[in-house]
């Protein structure tokens, strides 16, 4: 398998534009994941999906931030309108269901927004 | 409620030394316990992982740690660390409460000649 798939791997946009990052999950995963990390925060958990279906999006910033699964092996992420602050390296990850099962990270999306 | 923390944010140490990353975790229930490894430019890797059994568990290139129930710890460890180790480790727990995995803040280890 190739892995979790991301797409575009850097983004440069500027302020007030739409941005959509793309995810291909592991074939046969049903465990989708988005996070953002930066330098002052770490690691963070945007979003979970299970099945297609948001189970916790209690870590979107706000309401410019929204995340789909049209299919079980793809999902985006849509930042509208961006701010200099969605500046980050955004990452997605698969996995099975279950805690048990560890999860599969994408190389990332370097967003910079100006 | 769980937590992670990773007390060193930076581990300085020469080629050949041994090496420990701390990790210290929080859970009121049974947890899995993993650690990711992530280079410069890319996403986390997964390390190795506790699901139970043996408390000593070996990973991917020379790495192991050690569950320690009573101090709840899970540790990570190297007896002797290449340049290429450079790079920020993750350690994180899932409280078998589902897919939700809590990462500690990560340690950069930085492997020096």
């Known amino acids: 398998d190739a892995g979790v798939i991301q797409s575009p791997r850097h983004e440069v946009t500027e302020m007030g534009q739409e941005v959509t990052l793309r995810c291909k999950l592991i074939s046969g995963h049903n465990s989708l994941f988005w996070y953002r990390q930066t330098m002052m925060r770490g690691l963070e958990l945007l979003i979970y999906f299970n099945n297609n279906v948001p189970i916790d999006d209690s870590g979107m910033p706000e309401d410019r931030f929204s995340a789909k699964m049209p299919n079980a092996s793809f999902s985006t992420l849509k930042i509208q309108p961006s701010e200099p602050r969605d500046s980050a390296v955004y990452f997605c990850?698969?996995?099975?269901?279950?805690?048990?099962?560890?999860?599969?990270f994408g190389n990332g999306t370097r967003l910079t927004v100006t | 409620a769980q937590s992670v923390t990773q007390l060193d944010s930076q581990v300085p140490v020469f080629e050949e030394a041994p090496v420990e990353l701390r990790c210290n975790y929080s859970?009121?229930?049974?947890?899995?316990l993993f650690w990711y490894v992530q280079y410069p430019n890319q996403g986390l890797q997964l390390l190795l992982k506790?699901?139970?059994?043996?408390?000593l568990v070996k990973g991917i290139n020379g790495f192991e740690a050690e569950f320690n129930k009573s101090q709840t710890s899970f540790h990570l460890r190297k007896p002797s660390v290449h340049i290429s180790d450079t790079a920020e480790y993750f350690c994180?727990?899932?409280?078998?409460?589902?897919?939700?995995?809590?990462f500690g803040g990560g340690t950069r280890l930085m492997v020096k000649p």
């Open positions: 859970s009121s229930v049974s947890v899995y």
């Open positions: 994180a727990v899932n409280a078998n409460a589902g897919n939700m995995l809590t």
């Open positions: 506790y699901l139970s059994g043996s408390t």
């Open positions: 990850a698969s996995s099975y269901t279950g805690g048990n099962s560890p999860l599969h």
